[in-house]
């Protein structure tokens, strides 16, 4: 049924949401730590641009990976927004892991 479809669409884009507002949180505390850490002032800063350009190009990676995924999957046909928005929310999940684990956030 369409409806349902549109349903759970909706809860997978809400999901995913949700799991890139963590991951930007969560960017945002590694950049706190570098901060206190012992580096000096420009090494704390090319460390946080480092974070940021890692960030963007994990972005990149995780987006043409889930397009990949989800139309060798689905093709261009039913189910290919689902998958390719499972995808997402599983990379983004893995990628807040990883940042939590690097620089020891909670």
Do not use: M
């Not at 505390?29 to 570098?34: V, Y």
């Not at 189910?79 to 499972?86: C, D, I, P, S, V």
């Amino acid at each position: 049924d369409t409806l349902q479809t549109n349903d759970y669409v909706a809860c997978l884009e809400k999901a995913l949401e949700v799991t890139e507002n963590d991951a930007v949180a969560l960017v945002a505390k590694a950049f706190d730590e570098i901060a206190k850490g012992d580096l000096d002032a420009p090494e704390k800063e090319k460390t946080k641009k480092l974070l940021e350009t890692a960030q963007s190009e994990w972005k990149r990676y995780r987006d043409a990976e889930c397009a990949a995924f989800a139309r060798h999957t689905a093709g261009l046909g039913f189910g290919a927004t689902q998958f390719r928005l499972a995808c997402l929310i599983d990379e983004t999940v893995q990628r807040v892991e990883i940042l939590k684990t690097r620089y020891e956030l909670n």
